[in-house]
């Protein structure tokens, strides 16, 4: 797909790629925040979705967490039932990096 503009961006669902911190012995953790607007409004209150993520390795799995901290109240999406802004409120892929092996960390 040709992407122009944020606007075609908005049409897909986002990819996350993670990549965590080292802690010590092969463990790790990452952490953020993650805003999707519509990028059109100047007054993004209740127009947009905020998520918070976290990612941990604790030496055996892998937890991946995602909150939702903001609501796009304004966006409402009867049809889905869900506080939505536009496709990137979808998840497309979730990669997790191991930063050590990359030489990264």
Known sequence: MN???????????????????????????????????????????KNYNSYSVYAQYDGTQITVRFGLDAKATNKFDSQKNCYYVNENDNLGSLSIYNTKNLKID
């Not at 075609?8 to 990452?30: C, R």
């Open 3 to 45: 992407f122009n503009t944020s606007v075609d961006l908005q049409k897909l669902p986002v990819d996350f790629h993670i990549m965590g911190s080292p802690v010590g012995d092969g463990t790790w953790f990452a952490q953020g925040r993650y805003i999707n607007d519509d990028g059109v409004s100047l007054n993004i209150d």
